[in-house]
């Protein structure tokens, strides 16, 4: 199985901070890569697919690159709804794993 | 716009199955993915298995083979999770979330989760 890495654990932050949050597979994934936020008693909500593919309604700030094992996720200005845990996950092979997750808060 | 939605919390004693449904409405049954994903309390989001409607494919993760049983019913547009054997590590929010492809493993819709309790 793939293993998907993330650091930090936890990012204490401020609004308007630029972050960026990464993730490591224990293996090439091309760009089979995409990132989630969760939200407390909510499902996760698909922010990037294909390591740098901004989805749908997602705003502009939250941007990702990164491709074989390194990735990251940037946000470029912090806004108050922003704070939340952070997933990425691999989609190049079965089974399709998680990292353990980013949590960002104030 | 498609939209999942999840039966209702479970509480069940060790050793029991349970059985969750996820109706799917607004988009192509046949056209998606569905994978289950499970949430323990403060945890992260593992992935379990996954059921391929167009193809009558499934995959499972090891860690669940032998206990998970994942089918999907065209006719009702619902997918279903069973998961027998269970033990107090199995609490957990059980989410469904679909592909826009068959192939793909990005998750781009999800049902509201379904609280699963095991104790006795």
């Known amino acids: 199985d793939i293993q998907m890495t993330q650091s930090p654990f936890s990012l204490s932050a401020s609004v308007g901070d630029r972050v960026i949050l990464t993730c490591r597979a224990s293996q090439t994934i091309t760009g089979f890569l995409n990132w989630y936020q969760q939200k407390p008693g909510k499902a996760p909500k698909l922010l990037i697919s294909a390591a740098s593919s901004l989805q749908g309604g997602v705003p502009e700030r939250f ?29 190049y092979s079965l089974p399709y794993t998680f990292g353990q997750g980013t949590k960002l808060d104030i | 716009q498609v939209q999942l939605e999840q039966s209702g919390a479970e509480v069940k004693k060790p050793g029991s199955s349970v059985k969750v449904s996820c109706k799917t409405s607004g988009g192509t049954f046949s056209s998606f993915a569905i994978s289950w994903v499970r949430q323990a309390p403060g945890q ?49 929010v059980y989410y469904c979330g679909s592909s826009r492809g068959p192939t793909n493993g990005d998750f781009h819709y999800w049902g509201q989760g379904t609280l699963v309790t095991v104790s006795s």
């Open chain 1, 63 to 91: 941007s990702g690159s990164g491709s074989g094992t390194d990735f990251t996720l940037t946000i470029s200005s912090l806004h108050p709804e922003d704070f939340a845990t952070y997933y990425c996950q691999q989609s």
């Open chain 2, 44 to 92: 992260g989001l593992e992935w379990m298995g996954m059921v391929i409607p167009i193809f009558g494919t499934t995959y499972y993760a090891q860690k669940f083979q032998g206990r998970l049983t994942i089918t999907s019913d065209a006719s009702t547009t619902t997918a279903s999770m069973e998961l027998s054997s269970l033990r107090s590590e199995d609490t957990a």
